[in-house]
């Protein structure tokens, strides 16, 4: 039987995909996120009145901890040996429609492997958020985070992707 999915054995069970006979390429993706906060949260932030600390710098950890952990926590994903992870934070102090801010988050993840990192690059912007969450929910439970996907890939048999059409925060 040729079964398209690859994440299913002969009898339909879910397996890891063996990328033993795959060529080692130089692999990276990018992914995006975007935490939405009232306007005092934000500023919170940014004057450094977070009784947990830093929330950038914790979350900046929190995202690359993610991306070298992918693995642990998605059943099917391959562990890695990345070669980089970069978290970067744009603030939007301008209230939107809503009359809320945010924090955009942009992941880059890089590794020579056989398998590429697009997992470890969205973990790693749901880790960041999730840590912005976590560190200011006190101030702010209705905190929300959407827009979380992936952006950019290159690397391997399938080529290149770019997500044609990507909102900005």
Same mark, same amino acid.
């Given at each position: 039987?040729?079964?398209?999915?690859?994440?299913?054995?002969? $009898? /339909? #069970?879910?397996?890891?995909? *063996? !990328?033993?006979?795959?060529?080692?390429?130089?692999?990276?993706?990018? %992914?995006?996120? @975007?935490?939405?906060?009232?306007?005092?949260?934000?500023?919170?932030?940014? $004057? /450094? #009145?977070?009784?947990?600390? *830093? !929330?950038?710098?914790?979350?900046?950890?929190?995202?690359?901890?993610? %991306?070298?952990? @992918?693995?642990?926590?998605?059943?099917?994903?391959?562990?890695?040996?990345?070669? /980089?992870?970069?978290?970067?934070?744009?603030?939007?102090?301008?209230?939107?429609?809503?009359?809320?801010?945010?924090?955009?988050? @942009?992941?880059?993840?890089?590794?020579?492997?056989?398998?590429?990192?697009?997992?470890?690059?969205?973990?790693?912007?749901?880790?960041?958020?999730?840590?912005?969450?976590?560190?200011?929910?006190?101030?702010?439970?209705?905190?929300?985070?959407?827009?979380?996907?992936?952006?950019?890939?290159?690397?391997?048999?399938?080529?290149?992707?770019?997500?044609?059409?990507?909102?900005?925060?």
């Amino acid at each position: 039987m040729n079964n398209p999915l690859t994440h299913f054995n002969e $009898e /339909g #069970r879910a397996r890891m995909v *063996d !990328v033993s006979e795959k060529q080692v390429t130089e692999r990276v993706a990018t %992914a995006q996120g @975007t935490v939405f906060m009232r306007p005092e949260t934000l500023r919170l932030i940014q $004057e /450094g #009145r977070i009784k947990k600390g *830093d !929330v950038l710098a914790v979350a900046q950890v929190a995202g690359i901890q993610g %991306a070298k952990k @992918t693995s642990d926590v998605i059943p099917m994903c391959h562990p890695l040996m990345l070669n /980089g992870v970069d978290i970067q934070f744009r603030e939007q102090p301008e209230p939107d429609a809503n009359g809320l801010c945010s924090i955009h988050i @942009t992941a880059t993840v890089k590794v020579s492997g056989k398998t590429g990192v697009e997992m470890e690059a969205l973990t790693a912007v749901s880790m960041a958020a999730l840590t912005i969450y976590d560190m200011c929910k006190a101030v702010d439970r209705d905190m929300f985070f959407n827009e979380i996907g992936l952006t950019y890939k290159a690397g391997g048999k399938s080529g290149t992707f770019t997500r044609e059409q990507v909102s900005e925060a």
